[in-house]
């Protein structure tokens, strides 16, 4: 069982930056893919960013350029470099991990950009 626990969301200021966290915990393994997904209210959850346990990386358009997505495997962690924010990227940040045929998912960090 793995348990996520995400920390370092906010209120910023469009054009500002925030770097979100999301520490694995409990008895696990291999964590392969780890990441980020957020949802928005009456909006459809959607990916953000995820790392693979090989480092391969995936983000959305949206956040391409603006966001970097990196894993520290020692500390089991997981982390998203947000930069250049915009009034458009708030949501709810949700942390994903996978371990074999298993997703896991943590309660998210709240992210508030104002304009």
């Known amino acids: 069982q793995v348990r996520l626990v995400e920390s370092g969301g906010g209120l910023v200021q469009a054009g500002g930056s925030l770097r979100l966290s999301c520490v694995a915990s409990g008895t696990f393994s291999s964590i392969n893919a780890m990441g980020w997904y957020r949802q928005a209210p009456g909006k459809q959850r959607e990916m953000v960013a995820l790392?693979?346990?090989?480092?391969?990386?995936n983000l959305a358009d949206s956040v391409k350029g603006r966001f970097a997505v990196s894993r520290d495997d020692a500390k089991s962690t997981v982390y998203l470099q947000m930069n250049h924010l915009r009034p458009e990227d708030t949501a709810n940040y949700l942390c994903?991990?996978?371990?074999?045929?298993?997703?896991?998912w943590g309660q998210g960090t709240q992210v508030t950009v104002s304009s």
């Open positions: 790392i693979s346990g090989g480092g391969a990386r």
């Open positions: 994903y991990a996978t371990e074999y045929n298993r997703i896991y």
